[in-house]
């Protein structure tokens, strides 16, 4: 799969691109000479993050290959403007509800995306890139290949090159622009798989499994970014395997093995038991 789709529904079709960098709301400040009482008076609570993610809703989502059921009657909801984490064993169904997600994997039941206003743009991250480490392409030739529908051998057009440059600078890859992708560590080219994700803006965002390749200063750049796509109002649906980084940066979590185990907060999910029968051959429901 590549890193840019389109999902299209009878009623929109929705460019995957992916990423926005906002800033939080500043706060007024009053003056010296203001009384407690006058101060009161005009408290105004600070403006909370505007939200520009849509709602998801898998209701009843089925998938069946042959006779291996890889979905089975998937039901939950991702609130929007949320970082909400899909977890669970190898083989269990996550990345096939990603695909179902992205067009790319047929279904049964029902899959709804409710933009808050005119259908936005999907980003997705993949897990992992795929490519011939002899081709002589380079970081920029990426991501012109990425973000723009400029032929890339025709370099990076003047549209696109001031946020190329802001990109690879916020994943700390500025310097490494001119080095062939094949030469990078894999922690490295993870981190140019995220700057793609930052171009177009987007307000839907998939991740899958982005953490798997990153070394600590790339984990630490990861974070930041999800800070600020928390603080943006982007819906985040986010395919993870470190439990703990779940539980320190998720606001919901789903467990997922071929079917919904639980779907809680992070505190309420991820306790031992349901993670053992979460990772368990034969799972069963959990109350």
Same mark, same amino acid.
């Given at each position: ?99 179902? +997600? /992205? ?31 002899? =081709? ?17 051998? =025709? ?12 990109? =690879? ?14 030469? /990078? ?8 798989? +995220? ?8 307000? =839907? $965002? ?7 390749? +990153? ?9 930041? $970014? ?29 467990? $997922? ?17 349901? +993670? ?12």
């Amino acid at each position: 799969m590549t890193s840019k789709e389109t999902l299209t529904t009878p009623s929109a079709e929705y460019p995957v691109g992916a990423g926005l960098l906002a800033k939080a709301p500043s706060q007024s400040t009053s003056s010296l000479n203001d009384t407690p009482l006058s101060r009161a008076s005009r408290i105004v609570a600070p403006p909370l993050p505007q939200v520009s993610g849509p709602t998801l809703e898998f209701a009843g989502v089925s998938l069946t290959l042959g006779r291996t059921t890889i979905l089975d009657k998937v039901t939950f909801q991702v609130r929007p403007g949320s970082v909400h984490a899909l977890v669970g064993p190898n083989g269990g169904g996550k990345s096939s509800l990603i695909k179902t +997600l /992205l067009g790319q994997m047929p279904h049964q039941g029902r899959l709804s995306v409710h933009w808050p206003a005119e259908p936005g743009t999907i980003g997705y991250v993949p897990q992992a890139l795929e490519f011939d480490r002899g =081709l002589p392409m380079t970081v920029d030739d990426f991501m012109a290949a990425m973000c723009q529908r400029r032929p890339a051998f =025709l370099g990076l057009s003047k549209h696109y090159a001031a946020a190329i440059g802001e990109a =690879l600078e916020r994943v700390g890859m500025q310097d490494k622009r001119k080095r062939r992708m094949g030469a /990078l560590s894999g922690g490295e080219r993870q981190r140019v798989l +995220l700057a793609q994700g930052l171009i177009p803006p987007p307000q =839907l $965002l998939v991740l899958d499994e982005p953490m798997s390749a +990153l070394d600590e200063a790339g984990i630490q750049v990861f974070e930041r $970014l999800l800070g600020d796509w928390r603080a943006a109002g982007i819906t985040v649906l986010w395919i993870e395997h470190d439990l703990e980084a779940v539980r320190r940066l998720a606001d919901h979590v789903t467990g $997922l093995n071929r079917r919904v185990l639980f779907d809680a907060t992070p505190q309420q999910a991820l306790t031992p038991e349901r +993670l053992l029968t979460l990772f368990s051959t034969h799972p069963r429901s959990l109350a």
